[in-house]
């Protein structure tokens, strides 16, 4: 993976990575309804959400959101700021869930650079518009404006 400058960074706005493809499984659901304690049956109960017009369990769209590093540190040759010290979360401008990830569905991230900026000496915000798409479907699952600050 390709370490630059955090100025060769900023130059980088408009442009897009993307990740390579992992499978949600219903075990994931189930650890994620665990630690969230959120065990809605759409979630976690195979044979009710049968019945539903999902066809089957769903994957939270919390955890949805939370496959962000892990598709973050699947895209191959991504480019990293070198120096990091430390990089933290900062928040959302929007998240939008718009479509279900079904349990065994394959879904992979595509993240474009929509800012980088310096806030004082060292510390950097980046703006990321992270769309997870799911395999072999028109519509993304979801599409978010994620923060995250970053100090070298």
Known sequence: MPEISPQEMAQRIGTETVSDWVE???????????????HQFIHVDPERAKLTPFGGTIAHGFLTLSLMPQLAAKVPDAPRVAG?????????????????VRSGKRVRGRFTLRAFDEKRPGQWQ???????????????AMVAEWISQLFV
Request: glycine share 10%; hydrophobic share 35%.
């Open 24 to 38: 949600v499984t219903q075990e994931m659901i189930d650890q994620f309804a665990d630690a969230t304690g959120d």
């Open 84 to 100: 990091i010290k430390m990089g933290v979360n900062y928040g959302g401008n929007k998240v939008r869930f718009l479509q279900p």
């Open 126 to 140: 980046q703006t990321i518009e992270f769309t997870v798409e799911i395999e072999g479907e028109d519509k993304p």
